[in-house]
């Protein structure tokens, strides 16, 4: 498969993303999507898709919202797209075995590629666009890719604040370290937590009528101590966490990260407080 063409920008997105951290995500698959499976009824509900509406989906991952969009939406079509290969293959074999033909996924910078002008009535995105070096240029291109008229909904993660997970992954691996909280504007999970700033990009972007509805749901990352804690323990996050300390200090974190998940464990697993915000907008 060639290289898909990206800005110069996110030339480290695609080095992680089509590397290790897209692997793990993709061999993962089930186990992130049961971690936001209490997200979906809501995300779909405020979508509001229709029969013939055609549906892109950017960083779709393995492809759970862009197949269930094309279900949603025959004899509409849904595009994914994502800098993951490893995790785009999921998504194709997904649709094929649930027998859902209405649906493509491309391995794409969602910065740069050429969307066909206008070609979609809707834009979503599960927690996919807050990875972009260059949002005002992302965005710009992803609301071309829509109609007049034509709407996003974007799931986005607020602060770490409002999320307990984000928390306790963070504090367990300490090691009475003094972690600095990323840039507020930097690539990552909360880069677009802030309101004022989303409502900022996407205006300039050429949207508007911009809404940001707080969402919380429990996020479940296990139904046990083990599958919790080798599902948590291999996330990208914790190996950034850990990646500069020497082989006990790392040893040492991994228990405690273990013991903080038994400290947490529900009679229905791992679940955590989370909290996003559902942004909405529609293109002039």
Known sequence: MNTPRVDPANAESLRTWDGTD????????????????????????TADLRPAERVLDIG?????????????????????VDLSAAMLD????????????????????AQVYHFEPGGFDVVLSRFGVMFFADPPTAFANIARALRPGGRVLFAVWQSPAHNTWMQ???????????????????????????PDRVRHLLTGAGLHKVKLTG??????????????????????????LLKDLDDAARAEGLAALR??????LTGDGLLLDSAAWFVTAVRH
């Open 90 to 109: 999921v998504a194709r074999h997904r649709a094929q075995a649930e027998q859902v033909a209405n649906i493509e996924f491309v391995q794409a910078d």
């Open 259 to 264: 013991a903080t998940i038994a400290e947490h």
């Open 60 to 80: 779709c991952g393995c492809g759970r919202t862009t197949i269930d969009a094309a279900r949603r939406t025959s004899p509409g079509r849904a595009m994914g």
């Open 215 to 240: 969402v919380r749901r429990p996020a479940c990352f296990g139904t046990d101590l083990e599958s919790a804690y080798e599902f948590v323990s291999g996330q990208p996050c914790v190996r950034f």
């Open 22 to 45: 897209g692997e793990y995500w993709a061999t993962n698959a089930d186990a992130f999507d049961a971690t936001l499976a209490a997200y979906m009824e809501p995300f779909f509900e």
């Open 168 to 194: 306790v992954i963070r504090d367990s691996l300490a090691m009475g370290r003094d972690l600095p909280a990323p840039p507020p504007d930097a690539p990552g999970p909360t880069s677009l937590a802030d």
